[in-house]
Nanobody, 123 residues
Framework: QVQLVESGGGLVQAGGSLRLSCAASARTFGYYAMGWFRQAPGKEREFVAAISWSGGSTSFADSVKGRFTISRDNAKNTVYLQMNSLKPEDTAVYYC????????????????WGQGTQVTVSS
């Protein structure tokens, strides 16, 4: 079982930056690919970014490419989502998720989820 806890959300003006963190409880964190998803009010949860267990492979949604980066520190059991040039349409609850080994963009392929952290971008 893997427990995930997100932090770092908040209110920011358009054009600003935030860094989300996701701390994992698993001693085998280094074997898990990690993903970030988001859900805006009235919308389905959608893929944002993912990173492989080694950090050597990443994937991003087209809507965030060039603005968001994902990284991980396996020694700290933590994955990060650096969000720059934020837009009001980035407003959502952001969720961290984990799955064994390789990157996936598919929500259903992640068995482990955090509770989410709210990101609000004002115009």
């Amino acid at each position: 079982q893997v427990q995930l806890v997100e932090s770092g959300g908040g209110l920011v003006q358009a054009g600003g930056s935030l860094r989300l963190s996701c701390a994992a409880s698993a001693r085998t964190f280094g074997y898990y690919a990690m993903g970030w998803f988001r859900q805006a009010p009235g919308k389905e949860r959608e893929f944002v970014a993912a990173i492989s267990w080694s950090g050597g492979s990443t994937s991003f949604a087209d809507s965030v490419k060039g603005r968001f980066t994902i990284s991980r520190d396996n020694a700290k059991n933590t994955v990060y989502l650096q969000m720059n040039s934020l837009k009001p349409e980035d407003t959502a609850v952001y969720y961290c998720a984990g799955r064994p080994w390789e990157v996936s963009t598919k929500l259903a392929e992640y068995p482990y989820w955090g509770q989410g952290t709210q990101v609000t971008v004002s115009s």
